[in-house]
C-alpha cells in the first residue's frame, strides 16, 4: 500500500483583507498555517508595502537612505518612484513628522500630505501614525478623513488610544492596525476592546510589535504563531485578523545595519548586511503568520518576493 503522509487540517481560517480602490490587494484569507499549500487553502501572497515618510528620511543609515536620494525629500515622488520604479504593489505613508521630538508637523500638514500621495498613485495605501500616541490620536482623525473613499489601512490604534483612531477609520471605511506590546493576551484585549465599540473583525489587522533578527525575533515569532494557532486550530475570531510585521523601521536602526565595515571587517559588506538583516527579519515573520510587511530596501523586498515565489 502506498504511503500516504498526514496531513493537518484546521477549522478557523484567517481573514482576508482587501486593501485599495481603484487598485486592490488582498492578503490573509488562509486556512493552514503559513505556506503549508500541501495542508490547505492559501489564497492570497503576503502583501509588502514600501515604506516611505512625510519628510526626508535623516535617520535612516546611508545605504537604505542613498536608494531614495532625490526623491525622499518629497513623498509625492518618492511614492510615484516606488509605484513606477520599483513596482510597488502597495505603499505604507509613516507620519514620523508629526511627532512632537521631530518637526510637529500638524494635523492639518498630515491630512494634505496624505491627499498629495492618494492624488499621485493608485496602489493601496497604508497610513502611520508618529506611535506618539497623543498626537496619533489627533493626525490620523485628520489622515483618516483625508483618505476616505481610499479603502485604506489606518494605524496604529493602541491600548491609550484606540477609541479615537478605531472611530476615525470606521467612520471614513478604512481598516485598522491594532498594536500591543508582544502578548498575544494584550493582543487579544485590544481586538475584543476594537470590536466591541462595532469596528468589524474582519476589517482589523494586527501588529504584536515587531523585532530585528538578534532583537528579540525569536519573542516575536513566538508569540505571531501562537496568535496564528489560536485563530485556526481554536478557531477563536477574534485571533483571525491577519498580522503585520512593521519590519523596517525595527531593522534599519540596530547596529548590525549601520557599523562600519571598517570597524568591524569580519561582519562583512555594510550594504549587503544590512539587506539581509532585513529580508531574514521578514521571511522569519512570514513563516510564524505574518502576511502583511513594511519593508525600506528594494532589494529586500526583492528577496522576499523571490522566497514568497519559491514556497508557493
Given at each position: 500500500?502506498?504511503?500516504v503522509p498526514?496531513?493537518?487540517?484546521?477549522?478557523?481560517?484567517?481573514?482576508?483583507?482587501?486593501?485599495?480602490?481603484?487598485v486592490?490587494?488582498?492578503f490573509?484569507?488562509?486556512?493552514?498555517l503559513?505556506?503549508?499549500t500541501?495542508?490547505?487553502e492559501?489564497?492570497?501572497?503576503?502583501?509588502?508595502a514600501?515604506e516611505?515618510q512625510?519628510?526626508?528620511?535623516?535617520?535612516w543609515?546611508?545605504?537604505?537612505?542613498?536608494?531614495y536620494?532625490g526623491?525622499?525629500?518629497?513623498?509625492?515622488?518618492?511614492?510615484r518612484h516606488?509605484?513606477e520604479?520599483?513596482k510597488?504593489?502597495?505603499?505604507?505613508?509613516r507620519?514620523i513628522g508629526?511627532h512632537p521630538?521631530?518637526?510637529?508637523l500638524?494635523a492639518?500638514?498630515a491630512?494634505?500630505?496624505v491627499?498629495?500621495?492618494?492624488?499621485?498613485?493608485?496602489?493601496p495605501?497604508?497610513v502611520?501614525?508618529?506611535?506618539?500616541?497623543?498626537?496619533?490620536s489627533?493626525?490620523l482623525?485628520k489622515?483618516?478623513?483625508?483618505?476616505?473613499?481610499h479603502?485604506?489601512?489606518?494605524?496604529?490604534?493602541?491600548e491609550?488610544?484606540?477609541?479615537t483612531?478605531a472611530a476615525a477609520a470606521?467612520?471614513?471605511?478604512?481598516?485598522?492596525i491594532a498594536?500591543s506590546?508582544l502578548?498575544?493576551n494584550l493582543?487579544?484585549?485590544l481586538n475584543?476592546?476594537?470590536?466591541q465599540?462595532?469596528?468589524?473583525k474582519e476589517?482589523?489587522?494586527?501588529?504584536?510589535?515587531?523585532?530585528?533578527?538578534?532583537y528579540?525575533?525569536?519573542?516575536?515569532?513566538?508569540?505571531m504563531?501562537?496568535?496564528?494557532?489560536?485563530a485556526?486550530a481554536?478557531n477563536?475570531?477574534?485571533m483571525q485578523?491577519?498580522?503585520?510585521?512593521?519590519v523596517?523601521?525595527?531593522?534599519?536602526?540596530?547596529k548590525?545595519?549601520?557599523?562600519?565595515e571598517?570597524a568591524l571587517?569580519?561582519?562583512?559588506a555594510?550594504e549587503?548586511?544590512g539587506?539581509l538583516w532585513?529580508a531574514?527579519?521578514?521571511?522569519?515573520?512570514?513563516l510564524s503568520?505574518a502576511?502583511?510587511?513594511?519593508l525600506r530596501h528594494?532589494?529586500?523586498?526583492?528577496?522576499?518576493?523571490?522566497f514568497i515565489?519559491?514556497?508557493?
Amino acid at each position: 500500500m502506498a504511503f500516504v503522509p498526514p496531513k493537518e487540517s484546521f477549522a478557523g481560517r484567517v481573514f482576508p483583507v482587501t486593501i485599495g480602490s481603484e487598485v486592490q490587494e488582498t492578503f490573509g484569507g488562509e486556512n493552514t498555517l503559513p505556506f503549508h499549500t500541501f495542508e490547505g487553502e492559501v489564497p492570497h501572497r503576503p502583501l509588502i508595502a514600501y515604506e516611505i515618510q512625510d519628510v526626508p528620511p535623516d535617520d535612516w543609515p546611508e545605504t537604505v537612505r542613498m536608494v531614495y536620494d532625490g526623491v525622499s525629500d518629497d513623498p509625492v515622488k518618492w511614492a510615484r518612484h516606488c509605484v513606477e520604479e520599483l513596482k510597488a504593489r502597495a505603499i505604507t505613508l509613516r507620519l514620523i513628522g508629526t511627532h512632537p521630538d521631530n518637526k510637529d508637523l500638524s494635523a492639518d500638514d498630515a491630512a494634505k500630505t496624505v491627499s498629495e500621495v492618494l492624488g499621485a498613485v493608485k496602489v493601496p495605501f497604508i497610513v502611520l501614525g508618529s506611535n506618539h500616541v497623543e498626537k496619533d490620536s489627533e493626525v490620523l482623525v485628520k489622515a483618516a478623513e483625508a483618505a476616505k473613499g481610499h479603502n485604506c489601512i489606518i494605524g496604529k490604534a493602541q491600548e491609550a488610544n484606540y477609541k479615537t483612531i478605531a472611530a476615525a477609520a470606521m467612520a471614513s471605511g478604512h481598516k485598522l492596525i491594532a498594536m500591543s506590546e508582544l502578548d498575544i493576551n494584550l493582543s487579544k484585549q485590544l481586538n475584543i476592546l476594537i470590536t466591541q465599540m462595532g469596528f468589524e473583525k474582519e476589517r482589523l489587522i494586527t501588529d504584536p510589535m515587531c523585532s530585528a533578527l538578534g532583537y528579540g525575533l525569536e519573542y516575536t515569532y513566538s508569540v505571531m504563531e501562537r496568535i496564528r494557532l489560536a485563530a485556526l486550530a481554536q478557531n477563536d475570531a477574534v485571533m483571525q485578523p491577519p498580522l503585520v510585521g512593521d519590519v523596517g523601521m525595527y531593522v534599519w536602526k540596530i547596529k548590525e545595519t549601520q557599523a562600519p565595515e571598517d570597524a568591524l571587517p569580519e561582519w562583512g559588506a555594510l550594504e549587503q548586511r544590512g539587506i539581509l538583516w532585513e529580508a531574514l527579519t521578514a521571511t522569519s515573520l512570514m513563516l510564524s503568520g505574518a502576511e502583511l510587511l513594511i519593508l525600506r530596501h528594494p532589494k529586500a523586498v526583492d528577496a522576499v518576493e523571490g522566497f514568497i515565489d519559491e514556497l508557493l
